[in-house]
């Protein structure tokens, strides 16, 4: 591909992504969610993360589940959870997420 196809190739991209996008924002003081929908985008958030994350922890090499503890995807997951949920740190679980992924892969062998 060449530089200018991929030129015009990002700009396009940047057009369709700002037509698709400008609407919300400038009708977005003019329209209001009734409460249930609201509260029911609220979850939007976690239910899309889990569904890119759970897969990727599951299958991390193809079509058969790994659930065995030489999986160090799975694990890492699970420590992050748990990482998570008692220090309600995010920067925290990141960090110790990934080193304790990077360290079962070196354990492991993977």
């Known amino acids: 591909m060449s530089e200018t196809s991929l030129s015009l190739l990002i700009l ?3 057009l369709i992504n700002l ?7 400038l009708l977005a003081d003019r329209f209001r969610f009734p409460a249930l929908i609201e509260r029911a ?3 939007v958030p976690a239910a899309v993360l889990t569904a890119i994350i759970v897969p990727a922890v599951i299958f991390p090499h193809g079509a058969e589940a790994e659930l065995d503890w030489y999986n160090p995807y799975l694990l890492a997951a699970m420590l992050a959870a748990a ?4 220090t309600r740190n995010l920067l925290a679980t990141i960090v110790l997420g990934m080193a304790a992924f990077l360290l079962l892969r070196w354990w492991l062998g993977v």
């Open 19 to 25: 037509a698709i996008r400008y609407p919300v924002f």
């Open 12 to 14: 396009g991209m940047a």
């Open 41 to 43: 985008l609220a979850f």
């Open 83 to 86: 990482i998570s949920y008692f």
